[in-house]
């Protein structure tokens, strides 16, 4: 049941606490109608209303240790730790197995100037909640609160190895490196916040040579920082998933299943072969359909990063064209396998995939790094992106081979590049021919040069994107 917040806007009224009234009218018997209610009083000063609400709340709802807990928080807002310790020594009795119970029991002993009671009801909500990451929080806030950085530091990076998705674990680590000064590693802490662990893991954690000049940086630099970066990623990926990377394998097998289903049988076209076709048509296509969708937005995404530390914006989809790749590569050895077993044998052809796949990439750097860099500055054209693709899926010959298009309009047909790439893949895994060269040199020739015009507009845009991101 969604929770009514006051408005952040000028000083709060008496709104809230009417409609957490009519809640509780409605959901007598639900204790955080009365729980949370007290909470916004005590928020906006009615302490002692806060106090009747709380203590109603203890005595219809015996088994919620929300009563006491809060209870005693309004206590200590109130400056009187007697009440909030009975309270809470009370709630300790009453529910031990409550982690929230001993971590206010902490905070108390804290607030009290007893700082070993609250090392001991910490000690004791890590020993009886492991699993339970405010407990680890807490006792490295323990150590921050003490002046401890050093034990601080090595607190925060226990809650790291825990739980290595918990904000806090780098966010706060992050400033107790800032108090003693290592900037660098706070940076790199930041970063992993929003990168994953990864980053800490596999990036170098030695300080730079104090000798070593400033240098500029050189394209060899930035391309293994895209490789690291796009490695990072799809380990992260791959490792939120049950089945890791087999969902790299059973996604474009669903993918494909469904259009034979659709194509194949229910509407029965194409004939022998069919599969085949079908599918050489589909792998190329889903591998430039991804890998734009992917590119599209991700200067925008990587706006926290852009704003932290100095890198070209090109950086962000390339790392997400190179990110698809190597999940494509598992799809295309399953093809070529399919292709075998299909009867459709390798043979010397079959060389001139490289220079194709070349030209995809080369296509899809082009169209992904475009669309990535106008998005910025054209936010609703995101929403356009996935539309764009649908059509370009039926307007690309995966469906239909080329002598079902009136003999006119073919060569307007292989003006979409996609189509030109589609037909280079079929001549050569399904025809055994070479592809037509000239065709595909007019190809690469044409994302060459958009490819120049695009790396040209990034290098004049690139003092532009940090600021036109946040806005």
């Known amino acids: 049941m969604p929770r009514p917040r006051a408005s952040g806007r000028g000083p709060p009224g008496p709104g809230p606490p009417r409609r957490w009234a009519t809640l509780r009218a409605v959901y007598p018997d639900h204790p955080p109608v009365w729980i949370q209610a007290a909470v916004a009083l005590r928020e906006l000063g009615s302490h002692d209303e806060a106090r009747h609400l709380l203590?109603?709340?203890?005595?219809?709802?015996?088994?919620?240790?929300?009563?006491?807990?809060?209870?005693?928080?309004?206590?200590?807002?109130?400056?009187?730790?007697?009440?909030?310790?009975?309270?809470?020594?009370?709630?300790?009795?009453?529910?031990?197995?409550?982690p929230p119970v001993w971590v206010r029991s902490a905070h108390l002993a804290l607030a009290t100037g007893d700082r070993e009671g609250a090392l001991r009801f910490n000690r004791h909500a890590r020993d009886a909640f492991p699993e339970w990451a405010p407990a680890f929080d807490q006792h490295a806030e323990l150590a921050m609160a003490a002046g401890d950085w050093d034990?601080?530091?090595?607190?925060?990076?226990?809650?790291?190895?825990?739980?290595?998705?918990?904000?806090?674990?780098?966010?706060?680590?992050?400033?107790?490196?800032?108090?003693?000064?290592?900037?660098?590693?706070?940076?790199?802490?930041?970063?992993?916040?929003?990168?994953?662990?990864?980053?800490?893991?596999?990036?170098?954690?030695?300080?730079?040579?104090?000798?070593?000049?400033?240098?500029?940086?050189?394209?060899?630099?930035?391309?293994?920082?895209?490789?690291?970066?796009?490695?990072?990623?799809?380990?992260?990926?791959?490792?939120?998933?049950?089945?890791?990377?087999?969902?790299?394998?059973?996604?474009?097998?669903?993918?494909?299943?469904?259009?034979?289903?659709?194509f194949g049988l229910l509407l029965n076209r194409g004939g022998e072969g069919f599969v085949a076709y079908l599918l050489t048509g589909l792998v190329p296509f889903q591998w430039f359909a991804k890998t734009v969708q992917h590119a599209s937005n991700t200067i925008v995404e990587g706006r926290g990063l852009m704003?932290?530390?100095?890198?070209?914006?090109?950086?962000?989809?390339?790392?997400?064209v190179v990110q698809n790749a190597g999940k494509q590569t598992l799809v295309f050895l399953m093809l070529a396998v399919f292709l075998l077993l299909y009867g459709l044998a390798p043979t010397m052809h079959w060389l001139a995939l490289v220079p194709v796949v070349l030209v995809q990439l080369l296509l899809m750097v082009g169209v992904?790094?475009?669309?990535?860099?106008?998005?910025?500055?054209?936010?609703?054209?995101?929403?356009?992106?996935?539309?764009?693709?649908?059509?370009?899926?039926?307007?690309?010959?995966?469906?239909?081979?080329?002598?079902?298009i009136p003999e006119r309009w073919q060569d307007l047909f292989m003006v979409n590049p996609l189509a030109n790439l589609l037909h280079q893949y079929r001549l050569i895994l399904l025809d055994h021919q070479w592809p037509d060269w000239s065709q595909l040199g007019w190809l690469t020739l044409g994302c060459v040069i958009g490819l120049v015009v695009?790396?040209?507009?990034?290098?004049?845009?690139?003092?532009?994107?940090?600021r036109v991101v946040v806005e």
């Open 151 to 262: 034990s601080a530091r090595q607190r925060w990076a226990e809650v790291r190895r825990r739980f290595p998705d918990h904000p806090p674990g780098y966010r706060r680590a992050a400033e107790v490196e800032e108090r003693q000064g290592r900037h660098r590693e706070a940076r790199r802490l930041r970063l992993a916040e929003e990168h994953g662990l990864d980053w800490l893991e596999e990036s170098d954690p030695a300080e730079p040579p104090a000798v070593a000049p400033p240098r500029r940086r050189d394209g060899r630099n930035f391309i293994d920082l895209v490789w690291t970066k796009a490695r990072l990623n799809l380990k992260s990926e791959a490792n939120r998933n049950h089945l890791r990377y087999l969902w790299w394998v059973i996604d474009p097998l669903l993918y494909m299943a469904v259009f034979y289903v659709v």
């Open 368 to 404: 992904g790094c475009g669309l990535a860099m106008i998005i910025p500055f054209v936010r609703d054209l995101i929403n356009l992106v996935p539309t764009g693709l649908q059509f370009l899926l039926f307007a690309s010959g995966v469906f239909y081979t080329l002598d079902t």
């Open 55 to 98: 203590a109603e709340a203890r005595a219809r709802f015996e088994t919620h240790p929300g009563g006491w807990v809060q209870g005693a928080n309004t206590a200590l807002a109130d400056g009187d730790t007697a009440l909030a310790a009975r309270l809470l020594e009370e709630a300790r009795k009453r529910f031990p197995d409550d």
């Open 307 to 320: 704003n932290q530390v100095r890198i070209s914006p090109l950086f962000f989809p390339l790392v997400a």
């Open 454 to 466: 695009v790396i040209l507009a990034y290098r004049r845009l690139e003092g532009v994107f940090p």
